[in-house]
């Protein structure tokens, strides 16, 4: 089992739709989820972190944490042709330090 | 003020070369990371230092690959010799001490024939 999974997609959303990412991580005892976004041949950038159970709010973007499930989720509202990347799971794992692990990532794309 | 720089942003090399990559971190972080991307295997932490010093190599493949941060503002990361298989983007990323936010340099697209 992999420790971060993603689904690769391409998940295709229509402008102004809700796109919804997921992602499941395999150590239960992981602390923190961080959600980066990647557009093709460029570097990650960071969208948003999240710790504690619930939801956490940031402009269009709400990130989702369920530890009893091990589950993180990144929902986009009102999508647009701009988010087309590819969105990109990290966690760090329990014990400490600035290590991250990420996901494979999940290709979305916002059509017209 | 400026990102993380990396340098040389493209590098096409033959089989069994030494290949050298360079990082420079944004002033005043501490932790530097080395970051390997393939479509196969995603994005992968090699290496990571805090104050200059080598905290998790786990993620080194082998011992062709060895990297060191000499002082605060520069980091190489040596592959000695080359193989096809290293074929990858190679990220250098930098934080600073207690901040969660990672600053990805633009990446050295390495191509080994």
């Known amino acids: 089992q992999k420790e971060v999974e993603q689904n690769s997609g391409p998940l295709s959303v229509p402008e102004g739709a809700i796109a919804s990412l997921n992602c499941t991580y395999s150590d239960r005892g992981s602390q923190s989820f961080f959600w980066y976004r990647q557009y093709s041949g460029k570097s990650p950038e960071l969208i948003m972190f999240?710790?504690?159970?619930g939801d956490k709010e940031d402009g269009r973007f709400t990130a989702q944490l369920n530890k009893a499930s091990q589950y993180v989720s990144l929902l986009i509202r009102d999508s647009q042709p701009s988010d087309s990347a590819t969105y990109l799971c990290a966690v760090k794992p329990p014990g400490g330090g600035n290590k991250l692990t990420f996901g494979t990532g999940t290709q979305l794309k916002v059509e017209l | 003020d400026a990102g993380v720089i990396q340098s040389p942003r493209h590098e096409v090399t033959e089989m069994g070369q030494e290949v050298t990559l360079r990082c420079k971190p944004i002033?005043?972080?501490?932790?530097l990371f080395w970051y390997r991307q393939t479509m196969m295997r995603g994005l992968e932490l090699l290496i990571y230092?805090?104050?200059?010093?080598?905290?998790?190599d786990s993620g080194m493949p082998e011992d062709r690959f060895s990297a060191k941060m000499p002082n605060a503002s520069f980091s190489t990361l040596k592959i000695q010799p080359s193989e096809p298989r290293d074929s990858a983007v190679y990220f250098c990323?930098?934080?600073?001490?207690?901040?969660?936010?990672?600053?990805f340099g633009p990446g050295t697209r390495l191509l080994v024939l």
């Open positions: 990323a930098s934080s600073s001490s207690g901040a969660e936010t990672q600053y």
């Open positions: 002033s005043g972080h501490n932790s």
């Open positions: 999240i710790y504690s159970n």
């Open positions: 230092f805090n104050n200059n010093v080598p905290i998790d």
